[in-house]
């Protein structure tokens, strides 16, 4: 089997191509930096550079498919924010190949802060829109279109609230979820806690399992017929009721507390049991320099004994991402997503 991801600038798009890899795939990878994380890994087969997903969205969304159609790609599966702009053209896609995503009419609810609170219901922390949030409350407030918390703030109204929304302030302990999904069914379901943190982004994972959010995770996946990779943030609040927060339909740090027991191959095909088998994990240099109370508790996500390139690799991804941030005077996580980030469909 030939399957194609995108997004391989990211660590968990490294950590899917590898697991792939090591039971049998060949692995095709596509990104638009030039020096993506995955560039250096051997898990790849083949790498392309491909278009700006954001700027470029025609000429990425024809890149990607002949690509696959070229190197006889049997599924694509994309696992950053440009699979808002593969999902736009799902039909013109998947008429060709397999995507494994739903279409955008699906997913922009889910990545839309605000219509994925009104999805969520009593499940959610009660939400408004900016124009309506009382003023007697203490609110979460963030873009409604927006990631890795980078613009959240907490108390503090922001000074233009044009495309922001506000949600009731929950004390608590957070968590957060992945599960790959198949037509409303969950293949499988991992949740962790970040004991380390760059920034608002999780750096290092430990597994957790908590019934009431897999019940949730499992009747909301079943009830929209999901397929793909379905994340959510959750905060379990002093009394111990669980709320879900955000949703992310895209591939997360999820990803690296699974363990590699779990066959990929073997999710993409039956459901396996929950809750999985889950390790540990954590990106070393970002937990060294957040908490090293943290850093070597467990296993770095980049560096591994059949494929060392991206321990030494990602040093030319970091400094293309530096440049990036610099010469748009971004921080380095909105760097991350700035060619490629989806903002709605009013968004630029």
């Known amino acids: ?73 049997s599924l694509i599966w994309p696992t950053c924010e440009e699979i808002f702009h593969l999902a736009a053209a799902h039909g013109r896609i998947s008429a060709e190949v397999t995507l494994f995503c739903d279409p955008l009419v699906a997913l922009d609810p889910l990545h839309d802060k605000l219509a994925f609170a009104r999805l969520a219901g009593d499940h959610a922390p009660e939400s408004w829109s900016a124009e309506q949030a009382p003023d007697d409350e203490k609110l979460v407030w963030k873009p409604r279109y927006s990631r890795f918390g980078t613009s959240t703030r907490i108390g503090s109204h922001p000074p233009d609230t044009r495309g922001w929304m506000a949600q009731r302030f929950i004390a608590g302990v957070e968590f957060s979820s992945l599960a790959l999904c198949r037509e409303g069914e969950v293949r499988t379901l991992t949740f962790y806690q970040c004991p380390a943190r760059a920034g608002r982004a999780g750096c290092a994972f430990e597994p957790v399992w908590d019934d009431a959010a897999a019940a949730f995770v499992l009747a909301f996946a079943r009830a929209r017929g999901v397929t793909g990779s379905l994340a959510f943030d959750f905060i379990r609040d002093p009394s111990g009721r669980v709320w879900v927060i955000e949703c992310n339909p895209r591939l997360t740090s999820g990803i690296h507390v699974l363990d590699p027991s779990v066959r990929l191959t073997e999710l993409l095909r039956e459901a396996a049991p929950l809750p999985p088998p889950m390790v540990a994990a954590q990106l070393k240099w970002p937990t060294w320099f957040s908490d090293r109370r943290v850093a070597g508790r467990s296993p770095d996500v980049i560096s591994a004994s059949d494929d060392p390139a991206p321990r030494w690799g990602q040093v030319a991804g970091f400094t293309e991402l530096a440049a990036i ?23 630029d």
């Open 1 to 73: 089997m030939t399957i194609l991801l995108t997004g391989t600038r990211a660590p968990a798009t490294l950590d899917l191509a590898r697991r792939l890899w090591r039971e049998g795939c060949r692995v095709v990878g596509v990104d638009s930096m030039r020096w993506p994380l995955g560039r250096a890994s051997r898990a790849f087969a083949v790498h392309h550079r491909v278009p700006s997903p954001r700027f470029e969205s025609g000429a990425f969304v024809a890149a990607v498919l002949e690509i696959a159609m070229r190197e006889k790609v």
């Open 325 to 347: 941030a610099l010469r748009h005077s971004l921080s380095l996580a909105a760097a991350s997503t700035h060619d490629l980030e989806y903002n709605g469909p009013d968004g």
